[in-house]
T-cell receptor, first 112, second 114 residues
Framework: NAGVTQTPKFQVLKTGQSMTLQCAQD?????MSWYRQDPGMGLRLIHY???????DQGEVPNGYNVSRSTTEDFPLRLLSAAPSQTSVYFC???????????FGPGTRLTVL | AQSVTQLGSHVSVSEGALVLLRCNYS??????LFWYVQYPNQGLQLLLK??????LVKGINGFEAEFKKSETSFHLTKPSAHMSDAAEYFC????????????FGKGTKLTVNP
């Protein structure tokens, strides 16, 4: 099993550009989530999904969109990148909302 | 809503010394509690979890944590630090039944000195 995979590993954007961060898992997990990690802030939940076709907002959803058309994939879209979105983004999946979350390796995003 | 407080954003110990990383939680219902570890430039991985069975939970790499309801604490300990333990550690809380999302603390960076 590959577990949770994320692409790309690194990305540099200019302000106003859009892009999609990809996330896929092969563990047949229903629950998937996106976090951003900033120094001294821990992990903050952006969006999450409890199954295909169902998504909801987390703590810091503004400027991001998600969709969940399949169990395996949970892409995160930045609509119009801003410097405040410079961060490390982690995707995670778990069997349920209260079970162990498995994390991807992260995407380091810089917005100039 | 739940919350987690990790006391000390940085902890430094000598190799062979006791490691103690503090975590206090707030939850109005019985919690599930987790400790995750993040090595440099990697994602997070689970160290251990409390899900209302035994209050003393043993995890990987010699770490353990004790759930103390009266103190609303879930501190992480290891009797003897190793250089390879240098990492950032995150405490997280959710509720039994999964009605609430997982909430992370801000993290504690552990440095191990030779």
């Amino acid at each position: 099993n590959a577990g949770v995979t994320q692409t790309p590993k690194f990305q540099v954007l200019k302000t106003g550009q859009s892009m999609t961060l990809q996330c896929a898992q092969d563990m047949n997990h229903e629950y998937m989530s996106w976090y951003r990690q900033d120094p001294g802030m821990g992990l903050r939940l952006i969006h999450y999904s409890v199954g295909a076709g169902i998504t909801d907002q987390g703590e810091v959803p503004n400027g991001y969109n998600v969709s969940r058309s399949t169990t395996e994939d949970f892409p995160l879209r930045l609509l119009s990148a801003a410097p405040s979105q410079t961060s490390v983004y982690f995707c995670a999946s778990s069997r349920t909302t209260s079970s162990e979350q498995f994390f991807g390796p992260g995407t380091r995003l810089t917005v100039l | 809503a739940q919350s987690v407080t990790q006391l000390g954003s940085h902890v430094s110990v000598s190799e062979g010394a006791l490691v103690l990383l503090r975590c206090n939680y707030s939850s109005s219902v019985p919690p599930y509690l987790f400790w995750y570890v993040q090595y440099p430039n990697q994602g997070l991985q689970l160290l251990l979890k409390y899900t209302s069975a035994a209050t003393l939970v043993k995890g990987i790499n010699g770490f353990e944590a004790e759930f103390k309801k009266s103190e609303t604490s879930f501190h992480l300990t290891k009797p003897s630090a190793h250089m390879s333990d240098a990492a950032e550690y995150f405490c997280a809380v959710t509720t039994q039944g999964g009605s609430e999302k997982l909430v992370f603390g801000k993290g504690t960076k552990l440095t191990v000195n030779p």
